[in-house]
């Protein structure tokens, strides 16, 4: 009995040892929180270009020290590095040779792409995301619009402590405030990449430079320094448009409002648009809340050929009007309705026109969808080949249901004098 | 008989959801939806049907044979020398899926948590644990399972409910895309899996009630199915088409998990839990292999051979393949033969030789109270 007790003893010091085997200290460990892929400015296009921004260890007052900051460092609390390799993986280990502590990629939360890098193809990146245990599928994607991941990398976060997680807290919290933009994770991406019948979309982040304000003194050192003038500021705009694994466009905010009325991923927003006063029939504007909105996607065969029909019922609020005496009558509310109803119409219009005639990219998953409903249609035609040529041609119908239920706090509104 | 502890049919049930859970909810959805593609869901209903066989074909082979292991009787219906041979048939095929288990879990380990660890480490401490408990008996073996058991059936009923919201039917469809034929194809697996459950041919002769053992198996059947089919769809309503690509589907599930901003992350919690179930299924199958090959030999205690078993367990599990695509490779061309044959065709040609020889009760004049 004692020899065994003395045995557990003993023994239990083993479970205390286990830590120590490969041990790494959490302060040994640079954190990266956002990852970016690019193509390099120069040199061989087979390389890829790898920025990570690394989370510093409470908040950094000393300004930024690393490499690939801009201006506005000082109130940085992220260090921008960057490595350059022939592949992804080659790269984040050449990262190392400027990184002093040891890479850690798990808790990264938005990977960017260069716009350069996602038009001329992502299907070489691909793979290190699938295969790599660090990269989580929950990883947000976007495509730096008109720059560089690392440029990206260099916007001061101004409400967070850190760009990557200003950026999350954009896609997921602010966006679908506005409906203009799409959050896609990788996930999403890595399945629209592989199935058939849809294209991949991405969100486009900006950088808006917004003028800093200057104080007399300082104005002439600024004025020896234009870039000090500005300081950097992340805008989600609009979608990037894939077709295959290479972008091939942009939508703007009304087409991408356009794309998610579609998918049915319109969740609020407001729509400005014309209707014809009752009395004076004059063109007021108006202004709706959408509280709500659907969208179904149907699909038909119709002499040989198919045909889509989008659905969307949508309910909105009254927002407001561009002048005040107008009466809150059915008949008004009709024709709000009905300028509802239209303006949602153009938007989709507008998103399916560029998607089908100037990119050739069925990013609304039509073709999926009538693979669904329609397999032995899909398998005749082999339109597991043909799709992206047919798509073009193909006949869609919309059809919108707008209704416009409550007026806000007040009926009419105020007479002005 | 070696062992002399008695289990209830109640614990033999949770023995054998262990044997096929233990791996299954590791491997299965990427090996069925390999075939099967979005059908996958399919293979686990359809896996049944061989399942519930093996169930009734083992229940008649033992109804003959009440009081007597497998050795015994096998010496009886097929001669003493076969009866030895076909012994020596499931043994091998007992070390070589020991292995085989031993090297999933441990790749699992490897590629999602301690990539620098090497291999051996867990054979080891995983093979240790086995010997262990075949060292404390087949009662301790069964009160482990049925303390896991739990925890075990919660974390699967967690993945499903904090995923619900992030399902998307519409992967499922279209039904059949691809024929039933692919479908067919992936459901062999399940299939090999449910197939262990020939181990209750050893085990059975330790139940306390040995009659009621044809329920309780009955029911731990459901109870798989229960468990598998909400976790396939699961992986394929989420990941779609990535499933068939993914090493550890219902891992990647986990790590998927994100609720309210902060319960994420929760991998290790349940790695822990499945690591045990895996435990529970390496138990299982080293206590069978040494229960029967100490009878097999004549030994008096089945517990002298436990630390030698495990030595030619762990080097196997080393040699079985040099890496991961080898491995893989094994599944379609030793795994679905062999398992065919010592799960499904000889359980048959057990039951059919009982019946030609007239060896069954009635026949000997013994009548069958059960």
Known sequence: ?417 | MLESGKITPGQAGFLMIFTVLGTSNLVMPVLTSRYAQMDAWMTVILASLPHVLLIFVMNGIRKNFPQESIVSYLKKITGKYLGILIILGYLWYMIFTLTMINRTVSEFLLTSFMPETPIEVFIIVMLLLGAWVTKAGLEVLARVATFIMPLFLISFALIFLLLVGEFNFSYLTPVFEYGSKPVIRGAIYPTLWRGEYVLMLFLWPYLNTPEQGLRSLLQSAVIIVLVMLPITTASIAVFGPLTPHMYFPTFALVEYIELVGFITRIDAVFMAVWIAGAFVKIGIFYYCICLTLGEVLGLKDYRYIVYPVGIICGALTIFIAPNVAVFENLFPTVLIPMNLLFQYLMPLLILGLIYLRGLHKEKRGEGDGV
Not at chain 1, 124 to 129: G, M, R, W
Not at chain 1, 227 to 240: E, V
Not at chain 1, 389 to 416: H, M, T, W, Y
């Open chain 1, 1 to 417: 009995m004692k020899r065994k007790f003395i045995y557990i003893c003993l023994f239990s010091w083993l479970i205390l040892a286990g830590g120590c085997w490969n041990r790494i200290e959490v302060e040994n460990l640079a954190i990266a929180s956002a990852l970016g892929i690019d193509k390099p400015a120069q040199g061989d296009s087979n390389q890829v270009l790898v920025s990570i921004l690394v989370e510093k260890p409470g908040e950094a007052e000393e300004g930024g020290g690393g490499r690939g900051t801009s201006g506005a460092s000082s109130q940085m609390s992220g260090w921008v590095n960057f490595g350059e390799g022939n592949s992804v993986e080659d790269a984040i280990r050449n990262l190392s040779t400027t990184t002093s502590k040891r890479l850690f990629l798990d808790h990264s939360r938005v990977i960017i792409l260069g716009e350069e890098k996602a038009r001329g193809g992502v299907g070489d990146i691909i793979d290190f995301l699938v295969r790599s245990r660090f990269i989580r599928l929950r990883n947000l994607l976007l495509v730096a619009s008109e720059s560089t991941a690392l440029d990206t990398f260099s916007i001061t976060p101004e409400l967070t402590n850190i760009f990557s997680e200003e950026i999350n807290d954009l896609i997921t919290l602010s966006a679908p405030r506005g409906a203009n933009t799409h959050a896609v994770n990788l996930k999403d991406f890595l399945i629209d990449l592989s199935i058939y019948g849809k294209e991949a979309v991405l969100p486009l982040l900006e950088i808006r430079k917004v003028p800093v304000e200057q104080s007399p003194e300082n104005a002439s050192a600024a004025s020896e320094n234009l870039q000090q003038k500005y300081k950097k500021n992340a805008r989600l705009k609009g979608l990037a448009v894939f077709k295959g694994d290479k972008m091939v466009g942009k939508l703007d905010d009304m087409e991408t409002k356009g794309f998610l009325w579609i998918i049915g991923e319109s969740h609020s927003g407001t729509l400005t648009f014309d209707i014809l006063h009752p009395e004076t029939k004059k063109p007021v504007q108006a202004t709706v809340e959408m509280t709500r909105a659907t969208a179904e996607i149907d699909t038909e065969i119709s002499d040989g050929k198919p045909v889509i029909r989008v659905k969307i019922d949508t309910e909105g609020n009254l927002g407001e009007f561009s002048e005040p005496n107008i009466p809150i009558l059915p008949g008004v509310m009709e024709l709000v309705d009905q300028g509802y109803a239209r303006n949602i119409r153009e938007q989709v219009k507008l998103a399916l026109n560029k998607c089908q005639k100037e990119f050739q990219s069925d990013i609304f998953g039509f073709g999926a969808r009538l693979r669904r409903q329609h397999l032995e249609y899909w398998k005749q035609n082999n339109l597991q080949e043909n799709w992206t040529n047919i798509f073009p041609e193909i006949e869609v119908q919309v059809e919108v249901k707008a209704n416009v239920r409550r007026s806000g706090v007040v009926l009419d509104s105020i007479e002005l004098r």
